[in-house]
């Protein structure tokens, strides 16, 4: 079991390095994915559930990142050149990848699988 408090320090540490993220942020995804397993603030949760709540709130996380960059930007000035505009797509793009693994493992607990194959012609 753990408590909200424990998922968020350890949310808290995978995305220590992350500009701008701090402890409210985690807190935010935390609890987000929490009410989204049925779990109140204050409730523990069961271990079988900190797997999944963790994966959601780390997809929730990247998205919101994805989110608060997409205003970044390109410039160049003779010699100088700076180019943050692809952060917010590297952030989307972990996000989607976070998202598939929480479905992949959810569906491991639920015993059933559903996969539509993406189409070659089409990105």
């Known amino acids: 079991m753990a408590t909200k408090t424990e998922l968020s320090q350890r949310l808290l540490t995978r995305f220590k390095d992350v500009p701008n993220v701090d402890s409210s942020d985690v807190d935010e995804w935390i609890l987000t994915a929490m009410n989204e397993h049925g779990y109140a603030a204050n409730e523990n949760v069961l271990t079988d559930d900190i797997t999944l709540i ?19 930007f390109s410039f160049s ?30 569906s491991e607990r639920s015993g059933s699988s559903f996969k539509i194959m993406k189409r070659a012609d089409r990105r």
């Open 77 to 106: 000035d003779g010699n100088e050149q700076v180019d943050k505009s692809m952060i917010s797509e590297q952030y989307r793009k972990l996000a989607n990848t976070l998202q598939t693994k929480y479905a992949q493992k959810k």
């Open 54 to 72: 963790l994966l959601y709130a780390e997809a929730d996380g990247a998205g919101q990142i994805a989110l608060r960059t997409a205003y970044y």
